[in-house]
Nanobody, 124 residues
């Protein structure tokens, strides 16, 4: 069993920055890859970024590339998402998720545990 708790969301103006955190517990954090997804109002959940077990490989959606950075601290059992140059279209609930393997992909079907989400609102 794995528990994931996101934090760091909030209200920010366009162009601003936020750093989301995801605290994991219940199993060795370095055993698995991790991902970030988001769901905007009225839209389906979409992939944002992912990272493999040791942070050596990352991947981003086209909308996140160049603005967001995913990282992890295995000693602290924590996943991060640094979001810069935020846009109103980044407004969504952001979820962290645990991959079923040491790798991580953009497909939500390869994740088996999800956090409760943290809301990000970007005002124009």
């Amino acid at each position: 069993q794995v528990q994931l708790v996101e934090s760091g969301g909030g209200l920010v103006q366009a162009g601003g920055s936020l750093r989301l955190s995801c605290a994991a517990s219940g199993r060795a954090f370095s055993d698995y890859g991790m991902g970030w997804f988001r769901q905007a109002p009225g839209k389906e959940r979409e992939f944002v970024a992912c990272i493999n077990w040791n942070g050596g490989r990352t991947a981003y959606s086209d909308s996140a590339k160049g603005r967001f950075t995913v990282s992890r601290d295995n000693a602290k059992n924590t996943l991060y998402l640094q979001m810069n140059s935020l846009k109103p279209e980044d407004t969504a609930v952001y979820y962290c998720a645990k991959s079923t393997t040491v790798a991580a992909t953009s497909s939500s079907s390869t994740y088996d545990y999800w956090g409760q989400g943290t809301r990000v609102t970007v005002s124009s």
